[in-house]
Nanobody, 125 residues
Framework: VQLQASGGGLVQAGGSLRLSCAAS????????MAWFRQAPGQEREFVSY????????SYADSVKGRFTISRDNAKNTVYLQMNNLKPEDTAVYYC???????????????????WGKGTQVTVSS
């Protein structure tokens, strides 16, 4: 299984980026897909999730109204549209996959089955 994240970069505060995560080696439509992020010296934190069954989405409070997760099962790809970016959004962003997920009410890194390598997002003030 491979998850390849891309689309990160350097952007000014208020700008936008669109992250993509292309999956291979799994039956993508059977997996809940998530985005997490990790800033230097901090723990990896949940950002967003999209369910395999009905496409319902979840977001961390810190990104609600600014980020949008979506998926294209035909392309085995999950996206994260990030608008109105803030300096505190600076982190390495990781995509993750959970078969038949979510298995828990609270979505945590420990619940994921597969991880991508991450893409750096840097927001300047």
């Amino acid at each position: 299984v491979q998850l390849q994240a891309s689309g990160g970069g350097l952007v000014q505060a208020g700008g936008s980026l669109r992250l993509s995560c292309a999956a291979s080696g799994l039956t993508f439509s059977n997996y809940g897909m998530a985005w997490f992020r990790q800033a230097p010296g901090q723990e990896r934190e949940f950002v967003s999730y999209i369910r395999w069954s009905n496409g319902r989405t979840s977001y961390a409070d810190s990104v609600k109204g600014r980020f949008t997760i979506s998926r294209d099962n035909a392309k085995n790809t999950v996206y994260l549209q990030m608008n109105n970016l803030k300096p505190e959004d600076t982190a390495v962003y990781y995509c993750a996959a959970e078969q038949w997920g979510p298995s828990r009410t609270t979505i945590t890194p420990g619940g994921m089955h597969y991880w991508g390598k991450g893409t750096q997002v840097t927001v300047s003030s």
